[in-house]
């Protein structure tokens, strides 16, 4: 069974300003999803899920239908909203705001996935190497494989922007290959040059702490069998009740958060696959004509035709 790709495509980019998600960055505006999807559809996956909000939902669906794929990979729509999911007897609580995070929107393609799947963030570009082996290594999986999941790792020095801190996954791997544990670590930054120029990231109180150049973090390049929707279920109720009761309005269910439990109960195993792929996106709107530039520099390496889908 050919795999799946999960775009995360829900959040509504406060910081950029815009939906980012549909921001042409292509020369005939295509959007970094469109190079992910290009990446999926050689790679071999089968069908792509979007996950969006019902706010943007019919324009999003009006710019990525299956039409402007050319029909070479089917498409699905899923949403998220703040009560989406929420198990019986629980409420959004007062002055929540947005939906609670990269797991709850994962959850939400339980509904449309039964075969193994990747997941991706919209605004990220992760490259045609880093999906090629993300899709291979779940192809590869033997029917009816539970907890044999996978991360694409990149090196934190190579996920930056300059203009301002990111959130990013720090992993833990053992001599194996597999992870050990991952972190969201949600400020990390590149110190000024007269401050010593190196990678840290910064607590809530404000304290920094040392990240080395070649760290594996994760992007948000995961691998899973469908196992993992119904541990999602399970634990997103230990997550609820966590928030509830320490009245944490901001709480998110990250990704990495499961996954750490899951691989610390030996429940699944994790492999970090490496990639020759450069990670970039666009976290700020000072980002966008570097990401436009690297664009147009694989291109010009004969990576992506210059009109992506021939139209």
Request: proline residues 5%.
């Amino acid at each position: 069974m050919k795999p799946t790709l999960l775009v995360l495509a829900a959040g509504m980019g406060s910081r950029y300003g815009s939906l980012k998600q549909m921001d042409g960055i292509g020369p005939n505006k295509e959007a970094i999803i469109d190079y992910s999807v290009y990446d999926a559809i050689r790679a071999g996956f089968g069908k792509v899920v979007f996950v969006i909000r019902s706010s943007f939902g019919a324009e999003f669906k009006e710019v990525f239908s299956a039409e402007r794929f050319g029909g070479k990979i089917q498409v699905e729509y899923v949403f998220q909203e703040l009560n989406s999911g929420l198990p019986v007897g629980y409420a959004v609580p007062e002055g929540r705001e947005k939906p609670w995070g990269t797991n709850h929107a994962l959850m939400m393609g339980g509904a449309v996935i039964g075969e193994p799947f990747a997941v991706i963030n919209a605004d990220d570009f992760y490259g045609q190497d880093a999906i090629a082996q993300m899709g291979a290594y779940l192809a590869a999986l033997p029917e009816g494989s539970e907890g044999e999941y996978a991360m694409v790792g990149y090196e934190v020095c190579k996920t930056l922007s300059e203009n301002g801190t990111v959130s990013r996954g720090v992993c833990t791997i053992d001599g194996k290959g597999y992870l050990e544990s991952i972190v969201e670590r949600t400020k990390i930054v590149r110190q000024p040059l007269d401050e010593g120029g190196n990678i840290v990231y910064i607590d809530d109180d404000g304290s920094r702490h040392p990240l080395a150049e070649n760290t594996p973090v994760s992007m948000n390049l995961f691998g899973f069998t469908p196992d993992y929707f119904r541990h999602s279920t399970e634990f997103f109720r230990k997550f609820l009740d966590d928030a509830l009761q320490s009245g944490n309005l901001k709480a998110e269910f990250f990704i990495p958060l499961l996954v750490n439990k899951l691989v610390s109960e030996r429940v699944a195993k994790l492999k970090v696959l490496h990639t020759t792929s450069d990670w970039f996106g666009v976290t700020y709107k000072e980002d966008r004509p570097a990401t436009v530039q690297r664009v147009l520099d694989l291109i010009e390496a004969g990576v992506y035709p210059r009109n992506l889908w021939g139209k």
